[in-house]
């Protein structure tokens, strides 16, 4: 037990001593504003909101190897031809990036290199009226503060030496990105108190074996925080990807069973993208459920609508579900092209080729209203589809002429349309439960 004294209570009228008054002030102001400096890439600008906001940190994550002091030498040269922008990397020589640099065909550009480590250095060459507009620092867990005895990388390291280069950046009104490892889950290694200090957390992600690379928002102060931007890895570098669904379709066979087209959302641009499944009869007693670029917990959720509501049967047999192109996909908004992609499989009956599926499943087996489903459609009907299963509208607004709208109230409806005529292999037929 710990004794606390109460503080006494001023008397009437009298005010607390010590402290100084604080302004307080309106929510209009007259302080306009800097324009955002855009990097030239529009993918990138898209995600951060519109350009880089001056005087802010941006904290930029990813796995080793996916490209992400790559993707900033591209923008910092793209930004040295409009302004003044450094890269300092503490992991590479300077010949080493130079290297890059030619490889990625920006040689030429004014960018200032440096190849440093040590906070004292790098704050005493930044600090002063004409610092640089951009700052790339690659990476944080490579720099170090001498005032502290620990190793780069560590707790407390990392966190000073971002406390220094955000409060020069704000006081110099320059942008600083950070690059940061990750760690083996997959978050940014080093205090959590990083992604708190910074104004936007960005992860570069993408899987191994596809060349496409998608940059996330994750926080943005400035921004949505739903945006991706869309890259593909070549030899000359990253190159942009202004149109995502055509590319991830670009491999796609079609009128063969168990693969539907969703047409997703992914912040405010549409995505179409191929999702495939596979229902085979399982040689184990525990049949096997493996997911890549979806949630495994919410396949296990449709399965079991399916199974409880539609009378779809899949409990001897291993299930795999796959997003082409490497994406993952965090909309419910899927759940009906998973659907029609599992029961595709079962019955054997292709997904109408010219379809695009989309809508959330609820536990009762009904098809659920997702949103922005005119721009949906219209993406879809722009790469040439010609119909789409989706849910059933509560008004018709915004009518397209150039796409067949098959509106789905229960899931029950989609197993109907995917029964091939009650001769399945292991589905009933649909409609009589649930
Ligand atoms: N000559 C080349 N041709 C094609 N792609 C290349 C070439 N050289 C490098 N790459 C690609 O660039 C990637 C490395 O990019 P980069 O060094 O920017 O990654 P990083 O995220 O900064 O890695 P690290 O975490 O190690 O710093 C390689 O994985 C490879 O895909
Ligand atoms: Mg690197």
Redesign the pocket.
């Known amino acids: 037990m710990v004794e606390e004294t109460a503080e006494p209570a001023l008397p009437k009228g009298q005010k607390r001593s010590g402290g100084r008054q604080i302004d307080f002030v309106g929510l209009t102001g007259m302080s306009d504003p800097p324009p955002r400096r855009t990097t030239g890439i529009a993918e990138l600008d898209r995600v951060t909101g519109g350009g880089l906001v001056p005087g802010s940190a941006i904290l930029i994550g990813?796995?080793?190897?996916?490209?992400?002091?790559?993707?900033l030498?591209q923008a910092t040269a793209s930004l040295a031809r409009g302004g003044k922008a450094a890269y300092i990397s503490g992991?590479e020589s300077v010949d080493q990036i130079r290297l890059?640099a030619q490889?990625l065909n920006v040689g030429d550009a004014p960018v200032m290199l440096a190849s440093a480590t040590a906070m004292r250095d790098i704050l005493a060459s930044l600090d002063h009226a004409d610092a640089p507009d951009v700052v790339v620092i690659?990476?944080i867990q490579t720099m170090f503060v001498d005032s502290l005895d620990s190793a780069p990388g560590t707790v407390a390291q990392v966190r000073a030496s971002a406390q220094e280069l955000i409060r020069t950046a704000k006081r110099r009104g320059f942008t600083v990105v950070l690059?940061g490892?990750v760690t083996k889950e997959g978050t940014i290694a080093g205090p959590k108190v990083l992604e708190h200090m910074v104004d936007t957390v960005l992860y570069?992600e993408g899987e191994r074996g596809h060349q496409f690379r998608i940059l996330r928002a994750v926080k943005n102060r400035y921004g949505a925080t739903d945006e991706i931007g869309v890259f593909e890895?070549?030899?000359g570098g990253l190159v942009e990807v202004a149109n995502p669904s055509e590319l991830f379709l670009a491999d796609r066979r079609e009128d063969v069973s168990g693969a539907a087209v969703f047409a997703g959302m992914e912040g405010s641009r549409p995505v179409l993208v191929e999702v495939q499944a596979l229902v085979a009869p399982s040689p184990f007693s525990t049949p096997r459920r493996t997911v890549v670029g979806w949630d495994s917990g919410r396949l296990a959720m449709v399965m079991a609508v399916l199974e409880a509501r539609c009378g779809v049967e899949m409990a001897g047999a291993d299930v795999f579900l796959n997003v082409a192109g490497g994406l993952k996909i965090a909309e419910p908004a899927m759940d009906l092209a998973v659907a029609a992609a599992l029961v595709s499989s079962l019955t054997g009956v292709p997904v109408p080729k010219d379809a695009v599926v989309f809508g959330e499943i609820g536990l009762s087996g009904e098809v659920r209203v997702v949103s922005q489903m005119d721009t949906r459609l219209k993406e879809a009907a722009k790469l040439g589809f010609g119909r789409a299963l989706m849910p059933a509208r509560r008004k018709k607004a915004g009518k397209n002429d150039d796409i067949v709208t098959t509106e789905l109230a229960q899931l029950s409806e989609l197993t109907l349309l995917l029964d091939d005529g009650g001769h399945a292999r292991r589905i009933p037929r649909a409609g009589n439960r649930g």
Request: aromatic share 4%; charged share 30%; no cysteine.
């Open positions: 990813g796995d080793p190897g996916i490209g992400k002091s790559t993707l030498l992991e890059r490889r690659d990476s690059v490892h570069f890895m070549t030899d």
